[in-house]
């Protein structure tokens, strides 16, 4: 099994999720996170003042799924997300031990499959 967790730009959520439902993503896990890369954050004025902002909003996906399925989802995201300014972000691939369903008991594919 494998965790593919991705953080990517707000604006950029609706057509990763299209995204990975066409991948054969059964299922995921979204989150609102706030983090800087190269970019260390941005200055902008509110009502004549400037102030910067050191954590930018951003999305972090998360998405358990079968080896087989890494390269075909991780293409997936990083098309979707892709606007070619910075900031983009970035995504990660993890091994999983294991996976369990709560309410079956369920291990490893059957318990991500849906």
């Not at 930018?56 to 080896?67: S, T």
Request: glycine share 10%; proline share 4%.
């Amino acid at each position: 099994m494998k965790l593919v967790t991705a953080i990517i730009k707000p604006s950029r959520l609706d057509p990763v999720l299209d995204a990975l439902k066409d991948a054969g993503v059964a299922g995921m896990t979204v989150s609102e996170v706030r983090g800087f890369g190269r970019q260390r954050g941005k200055t902008e004025v509110y009502r004549g003042a400037e102030y910067e902002v050191k954590l930018l909003p951003k999305v972090k996906v998360e998405v358990a799924i079968a080896p087989a399925l890494v390269e075909r989802v991780c293409a997936a995201i990083q098309e979707a997300a892709h606007t070619g300014k910075i900031g983009d972000g970035k995504i990660w691939v993890h091994d999983l031990n294991d996976v369990i369903r709560i309410r079956t008991g369920e291990h490893g594919q059957q318990a991500v499959e849906g």
